[in-house]
């Protein structure tokens, strides 16, 4: 159990609708990445909050957007979705200071029918 | 653009012998080179990690080698288990925010 949780573990969707994945940082880690992961392919960073500010940004499309809230949790908002957004979603939570290596949740199955 | 790269996206040894998995970088910037291990419907779980000022960092099994000019680094699992089955993913950190740059994944299997 590497302390980060995500939720739902699964989620189905048809094309054109909204989504949120929720992800729960483990504890004191203040920074949250979030990272797609398609088809057996790598994972691709989309954002990294810290403490509930924006702190970088990778390959994340305009229809998709993120917060990260007070209590630290951050929640992955993907909206208009298509039929290639299908993908494992990952949440990986980190201090920033000091540990480097990110510990990362059970991931979010995205399947859009 | 691909800063890291896994270019074997299979491998498959013997129970007991060495598996050597490989990750190739462009960006010099990089700074610090991780391992993960993911098995499927699980996340990525850290294994292993080394600095950029160093060559070599060995935790039993697993011994992660470091060449700078090559801009190279290597995953030695001796002796490989059976258990050792699972995807592994190299990745780099050297962006803003500490942001992991992962490479495409290598396919361990290793046969009874």
């Known amino acids: 159990d590497s302390g980060v949780t995500q939720t739902p573990k699964h989620l189905i969707t048809a094309t054109g609708q909204r989504v949120t994945l929720r992800c729960s940082p483990r504890s004191g880690d203040l920074s949250v990445y979030w990272y797609q992961q398609s088809l057996d392919q790598g994972l691709q960073f989309l954002i990294q909050y810290y403490n509930g500010e924006e702190r970088a940004k990778g390959n994340i499309l305009e229809r998709f957007s993120a917060q990260q809230f007070p209590d630290l949790h951050s929640e992955l908002n993907l909206s208009s979705l298509e039929l290639g957004d299908s993908a494992l979603y990952f949440c990986a939570s980190t201090s920033v200071q000091g540990n480097t290596e990110a510990f990362f949740g059970q991931g979010t199955r995205l399947t859009v029918v | 653009d691909q800063q890291v790269k896994q270019n074997s996206p299979s491998l498959s040894v013997q129970e007991g012998r060495i598996s050597i998995l490989n990750c190739d970088y462009t960006n010099s910037m990089f700074d610090y080179f991780l391992w993960y291990k993911k098995y499927p419907a699980e996340g990525p779980t850290f294994l292993i990690s080394?600095?950029?000022?160093?060559d070599k960092n060995e935790d039993g099994r697993f011994t992660v080698f470091l060449n700078k000019s090559a801009k190279h680094l290597s995953l030695h699992i001796v002796p490989s288990q059976p258990g050792d089955s699972a995807v592994y993913f190299c990745a780099a950190r050297g962006n803003a925010g500490n942001m992991l740059t992962f490479g495409g994944g290598t396919r361990l299997m290793v046969k009874p």
């Open positions: 080394i600095s950029s000022i160093k």
